[in-house]
């Protein structure tokens, strides 16, 4: 049995193919690739996949990495899907679900992309990498490196959270803290590395083709956990946009194996006012987004102010009669007390920001009673704890 059905690369936007067996950035025309799969070799069946290990690599046949060892793994995949029965009664949505990312390795959704990213690159034969990150992509991905035995370079915000920090620093990778925003991390990493291309791998957002393939599990597996159905609305915080991007990919790709059937959920992409270059595009009906002046906003993985794969978010979008919705900073970290009161989740400022849209989407009717709406959390709220304030009494013990 084949452990990988891939075929080739592909762009989205000029259509040309190219080599999957070698390593690859971008296409020439500067778009980002993606991995396609030969489906009709795949004869796994949903069944199969049950008696597998529960971890994101029980779906193998629809991953890049072509050789079961040389899979890097932590353990990640596999996270709950959360019934809110609480938080949904409160909201008007009854059947409200929550996907908790937090719970994985390095205590974020990145370790999705990373654990595929770091894979396959080792097998193609990477020998370092290097990458911006806005906090979680760079812990993650220097936790795998370090697991590959690849050593890799991160630049982050100053500003960037600072376990995150830590992290990294553990890990044995090259920190460099830059001041400046996500996009200025990236103009120093390129300037850094290009005199040592392409012996050190640029492995930045989309600027390779299989992060996004580590974060398309996240689709999966909601269809799995559903019972091989789909929810009828998925909302997503976005920042560069891959999760959304490799849900809306993955659920495409069962459809056509025949493992689920029907509309795709409605995709919601989830911004915030400080830093809404998606929504701003889309309420105005374009095909990709400007770069956001000034970009700032309690949820820092939301902080790109322009994203490579915009026409890719803006796509699915539009293609599933999604929306994009922007939040306050101030409904953000309400919404993040309300969750932790209500259902005992400490979830990420960017968590958080998909209940605040939940509750716009409901209000404005968007949302309907019915509606089966899966939330996306996608990190843990203990790499954030500045995010909310103590205020206990301190008391003296009995005599």
């Known amino acids: 049995m084949t ?6 690369l592909e762009c989205p936007r000029c259509g040309r193919t190219h080599d999957a067996q070698s390593l690859t950035n971008l296409c020439a025309c500067g778009s980002p690739l993606l991995a396609r799969y030969d489906l009709s070799a795949v004869s796994t069946t949903p069944s199969d996949v049950a008696t597998r290990t529960p971890d994101l690599w029980r779906y193998h046949e629809l991953l890049p990495v072509q050789s ?11 996270t709950p899907l959360l019934d809110l029965a609480r938080l949904g009664d409160l909201l008007g949505l009854p059947r409200l679900k929550m996907k908790d990312e937090g719970l994985l390795p390095t205590g974020s959704f990145k370790a999705r992309g990373a654990a595929v990213g770091v894979s396959r690159a080792s097998e193609l034969g990477a020998r370092a990498l290097s990458m911006p990150t806005n906090g979680n992509a760079g812990a993650a991905w220097a936790a795998y490196a370090a697991r590959a035995g690849l050593p890799i370079t991160v630049a982050m915000p100053v500003a960037a959270p600072s376990i995150n920090r830590t992290e990294v620093a553990v890990a044995g990778a090259e920190l460099v803290l830059v001041r400046g925003h996500i996009g200025q991390a990236g103009a120093w990493v390129r300037e850094a590395v290009a005199d040592r291309i392409p012996e050190v791998f640029d492995v930045s957002t989309l600027k390779e083709p299989y992060r996004i393939e580590g974060k398309k599990t996240m689709g999966l597996e909601i269809a799995e956990q559903l019972g091989w159905r789909m929810p009828d609305v ?13 849900i809306h990919k993955a659920l495409l790709e069962l459809r056509e194996l025949g493992w689920v059937s029907g509309e795709l959920p409605r995709l919601v992409s989830v911004q915030s006012t400080g830093c809404a270059p998606i929504v701003a595009a889309f309420d105005a009906g374009e095909r990709e987004s400007q770069p956001w002046p000034d970009p700032r906003t309690v949820a820092f993985g939301l902080t790109v102010p322009k994203a490579l794969g915009d026409f890719l978010v803006l796509d699915a979008l539009y293609a599933t009669r999604g929306t994009a919705v922007a939040v306050t900073d101030q409904q953000i970290l309400e919404d993040l007390s309300v969750a932790g009161r209500l259902e005992g989740l400490f979830l990420s400022p960017e968590g958080a920001a998909t209940v605040s849209a939940a509750r716009q989407l409901r209000e404005t009717g968007w949302l309907g009673e019915q509606d089966d709406v899966v939330l996306l959390n996608t990190g843990n709220g203990l790499v954030y704890p500045d995010t909310v304030a103590v205020d206990a009494p301190e008391v003296d013990p009995p005599a």
Do not use: D, K, Q, R
Request: no cysteine; aromatic share 6%; hydrophobic share 45%.
């Open 234 to 246: 998925i909302v997503y915080p976005t920042g560069g946009g891959v999760g959304l991007i490799g």
């Open 3 to 8: 452990f990988s059905a891939l075929s080739h």
């Open 68 to 78: 079961a060892s040389s899979v890097v793994t932590l353990g990640e995949g596999m």
